[in-house]
C-alpha cells in the first residue's frame, strides 16, 4: 500500500523566498506530525494535527513557519522569507489516532541559498 | 521531562559480528522506547518498540533491545551484522500528552559495517 509521500524531494531557494513543503499521509491516519532534521542530528518535533486541528505547535520556531491541514488529510508547512538556517531535512509522518508508531516519509531536503 | 542519550555517534563493526548500539533515556514516567533505522536517501523506518510489555522487545532483520529500567538504557543489539545494516540508528523515546505522541529523537548512531 500507498506510504506517506513528501513533495518535493528536494528544494533548493534563494534567501527571502517563501516555500511550501507538502505532505501526503497514509489513507485513515488522523495524526501527522511535522520534523525538522539538521544534519547530523535527530529529528525535532514541529508541529501535530488531529485530524484539521493544529493540536500542538510548540515546535515551531517561530511565526515565520507555519503548516496546515485544512481538510483533513493533505498538509502543506510554508516557510515565509527564508533564512540560510532553515536548510534541513523536513520530514513528515502520520499515524492512526493514538497510535504509537508513526510512519515517516521520505522528507523533502530544503536548502536556502 | 523525556530526552534519550545515544552513547556513540559512530560504531564500526565486522560483518558477521555482534552488533551493541547504546542507548539510555530520561523519563518521568513510564516511556514508550522506539528504534528507528534511517539509510541513506529513504525514510525512518521503525525497528522496534518497548510499551511496557516484555521488557525484551524483538524488532525486524534480527535485531533486539531490553528496556532496563534500573540502568534507565535501552540498548539495541543483533548478534551478527550484515552488510545491509549499515544506517543510521536512533533511539527515541515518546512524549505522550494529550493523546499524541511527540516524538524525541537521540541524535543518532552511525553504524558502518567492514567485510
Known amino acids: 500500500g500507498a506510504g506517506v509521500s513528501q513533495s518535493p524531494r528536494y528544494k533548493v531557494t534563494k534567501r527571502g523566498q517563501d516555500v511550501a513543503l507538502r505532505c501526503d499521509p497514509i489513507?485513515?491516519?488522523?495524526?501527522l506530525y511535522w520534523y525538522r532534521q539538521a544534519l547530523g542530528q535527530g529529528p525535532e518535533f514541529l508541529t501535530y494535527?488531529?485530524?484539521?486541528?493544529?493540536?500542538?505547535k510548540s515546535g515551531l520556531p517561530n511565526d515565520r513557519f507555519s503548516a496546515e491541514r485544512p481538510e483533513g488529510s493533505i498538509s502543506t508547512l510554508t516557510i515565509q522569507r527564508t533564512e540560510q538556517r532553515d536548510s534541513a531535512m523536513y520530514r513528515c509522518?502520520?499515524?492512526?489516532?493514538?497510535?504509537?508508531?508513526?510512519?515517516f516519509g521520505p522528507g523533502t531536503r530544503l536548502t536556502v541559498l | 521531562a523525556q530526552s534519550v542519550t545515544q552513547l556513540d555517534s559512530h560504531v564500526s563493526v565486522s560483518e558477521g559480528t555482534p552488533v551493541l548500539l547504546r542507548c539510555n533515556y530520561s523519563?518521568?514516567?513510564?516511556?514508550?522506547l522506539f528504534w528507528y533505522v534511517q539509510h541513506p536517501n529513504k525514510g525512518l523506518q521503525l525497528l522496534l518498540k518497548?510499551?511496557?510489555?516484555?521488557?525484551l522487545v524483538k524488532g525486524i532483520n534480527g535485531f533486539e533491545a531490553e528496556f532496563k529500567k534500573s540502568e534507565t538504557s535501552f540498548h539495541l543489539t543483533k548478534p551478527s551484522a550484515h552488510m545491509s545494516d549499515a544506517a543510521e540508528y536512533f533511539c527515541?523515546?515518546?512524549?505522550?500528552?494529550?493523546?499524541?505522541?511527540?516524538?524525541?529523537f537521540g541524535a543518532g548512531t552511525r553504524l558502518a559495517v567492514h567485510p
Open positions: 518497548y510499551t511496557s510489555a516484555a521488557t
Open positions: 489513507s485513515g491516519h488522523v495524526s
Open positions: 509522518a502520520s499515524s492512526l489516532a493514538g497510535g504509537n508508531e508513526q510512519f
Open positions: 527515541v523515546v515518546s512524549a505522550s500528552s494529550g493523546g499524541y505522541n511527540k516524538l524525541i
Open positions: 523519563s518521568s514516567y513510564s516511556p514508550s
Open positions: 494535527f488531529n485530524y484539521e486541528a493544529q493540536q500542538d
